[in-house]
């Protein structure tokens, strides 16, 4: 099978987790239109060290201005490209955001370092958007060359390729949306009531028809729980952990599970730190 599929790339707004780059972000708008650009990088100076901080500021700086020239409205999404949890969460929750209002995504799994890139093409592909890598036609050899370009030098303006996707089986909602809410409750963990809340919430099981229905039992709310979710998280997939403490019933993430809840799209993001262009930005609230 090929890795990458050539063609002109068709999403009308780009998602860019930005490391220390700016051909590898620029270079895909040199000559098409886009409705916007989401640059995902670190902005908070809490994060990391304050030399790292104000080096990643500069290339983040410099691709505004070069979209700016583009007329390209941009908005920057505070994001810790070194956590995996943080580039997924992200990136899978703005392209959750993006499809609500009817466009069409492309991710760019090329600004950033290989784990990030990682990260990015993951969520992309689990998201069944069109994911591509921008090639470099030269490595910068100095730092004058790193501050005009980036690691990367791409002086062309041909399409970047377009990765051939992966398919993820992933969990069919609502049991999605109920590792997201578990890896956000605190502690990590839902119990009996909870999960009975969850079921009424999302019309699950014997909540179908009637989600105020007072007339189950618990055994029947149990047993549909697992038939319909449960069953399938935990011996299928090998996503959550199902333990009795007395009469209570307890479910957790497993690790892979965890990693789901953040590719999930369900996670709250929040952002951006500012925008520029035309294009005003949505309040992301909780994909």
Not at 88 to 117: C, M, P, Q, W
Not at 133 to 160: F, K, L, R, T
Not at 175 to 199: H, S, V, Y
Not at 278 to 286: D, E, L
Request: glycine share 8%; net charge neutral.
């Amino acid at each position: 099978m090929d890795t990458i599929v050539t063609g002109r790339l068709s999403g009308s707004v780009h998602i860019v987790p930005l490391g220390h780059e700016i051909d590898r972000a620029v270079a895909p708008f040199r000559g098409i239109r886009t409705d916007g650009v989401h640059l995902l990088t670190i902005v908070s100076r809490g994060r990391h060290d304050r030399e790292m901080f104000e080096r990643q500021e500069y290339f983040t700086q410099q691709v505004e201005k070069e979209l700016g020239k583009e007329r390209i409205p941009v908005d920057v999404w505070d994001v810790d490209i070194f956590d995996m949890h943080d580039v997924l969460r992200y990136v899978s929750g703005l392209i959750a955001l993006e499809r609500r209002r009817g466009r069409k995504i492309s991710v760019n799994a090329s600004a950033s370092g290989r784990f990030t890139s990682i990260g990015a093409a993951m969520a992309g592909m689990a998201h069944d958007v069109e994911v591509y890598y921008v090639e470099a036609d030269a490595y910068s050899a100095n730092e004058d060359d790193v501050m005009e370009h980036g690691q990367s030098i791409c002086w062309g303006s041909a399409p970047p390729p377009v990765l051939d996707p992966l398919k993820f089986e992933l969990p069919k909602e609502p049991a999605l949306r109920l590792l997201a809410d578990i890896a956000i409750a605190d502690p990590k963990e839902m119990r009996t009531q909870q999960l009975t809340k969850f079921m009424r919430e999302h019309r699950v099981g014997v909540f179908t028809d009637n989600p105020t229905r007072e007339d189950c039992s618990n055994q029947q709310i149990v047993t549909s729980l697992n038939k319909i979710l449960l069953d399938q998280l935990e011996n299928k997939y090998k996503y959550v952990i199902r333990e009795k403490i007395g009469r209570q019933r307890r479910v957790l993430l497993t690790k892979a599970g965890m990693n789901i809840a953040y590719l999930s799209g369900h996670m709250p993001i929040t952002g951006p730190v500012r925008s520029s262009g035309s294009r005003s930005s949505p309040s992301p609230g909780s994909p």
